[in-house]
């Protein structure tokens, strides 16, 4: 079955840098684009950008290029997502989660989500 | 960027009710609307993808429809596991793919 299991919660200070993980399994991970979601304590769902595990090729939102780094290994059906300069504002549950078959941007499966939480 | 504007932003509704949520795209995105209910603490859930496909899997109480600018969302008979936040996205546009505000469903 397919999975995506995330790396666990991360504290870090302001101006830090986060990298989260997720390892896929269940299926031929370089099929299906990964997207990146984030959910700030209380409030909605934003998209925050996407990877292609075949090529690596990346996509993401205005309001985060230049902060946010999406990488994949081949060897271990990771994909990894990085953020720099973190703020309070950051802190969140970020989630990964896989296309549809056949249905490219929607959200079929999801990880089980990784909360950062930035604070001095 | 589409904006994507749901209503309510809460409601409340018993269980046997039909709910009725709605989503309305700032330009047109075709049929290109998902709905996910998420539970607390819990990652969203795919109900409804290309704005009236039920995923498999989902109970035949939930069904979608609507084109173009905007998308509706119907619960027919409320059952208490139902009771939860609903998100609609559009993935029409190429970037960003944006989600609605959300709806809480609430027990009344």
């Known amino acids: 079955q397919v999975q995506l299991v995330q790396s666990g919660a991360e504290v870090k200070k302001p101006g830090a840098s986060v990298k989260v993980s997720c390892k896929a399994s269940g299926y031929s991970f370089t099929n299906y684009w990964i997207h990146w979601v984030r959910q700030a304590p209380g409030q909605g769902l934003e998209w925050m950008g996407t990877i292609n595990p075949n090529g690596g090729n990346t996509d993401s939102a205005q309001k985060f290029q230049g902060r946010v780094t999406m990488t994949r290994d081949t060897s271990t059906n990771t994909v990894y997502m990085e953020m720099s300069s973190l703020r309070s504002e950051d802190t969140a549950v970020y989630y990964c989660?896989?296309?549809?078959?056949?249905?490219?941007?929607?959200?079929?499966?999801w990880g089980q989500g990784t909360l950062v939480t930035v604070s001095s | 960027d589409i904006q994507m504007t749901q209503s309510p932003s809460s409601l409340s509704a018993s269980v046997g009710d039909r709910v009725t949520i709605t989503c309305r795209a700032s330009?047109?995105?075709?049929?290109?609307v998902q709905w996910y209910q998420q539970k607390p603490g819990k990652a969203p859930k795919l109900l409804i993808y290309?704005?009236?496909n039920l995923e498999g899997g989902v109970p035949s109480r939930f069904s979608g429809s609507g084109s173009g600018t905007d998308f509706t969302l119907t619960i027919s008979s409320l059952q208490p596991e139902d009771f939860a936040t609903y998100y609609c996205?559009?993935?029409?546009?190429?970037?960003?793919?944006?989600f609605g505000g959300g709806t809480k469903v609430e027990i009344k």
């Open positions: 330009q047109t995105v075709s049929t290109y």
């Open positions: 996205q559009q993935s029409f546009s190429t970037i960003p793919f944006t």
């Open positions: 989660a896989r296309d549809k078959e056949n249905w490219n941007d929607v959200f079929h499966f």
């Open positions: 290309a704005a009236s």
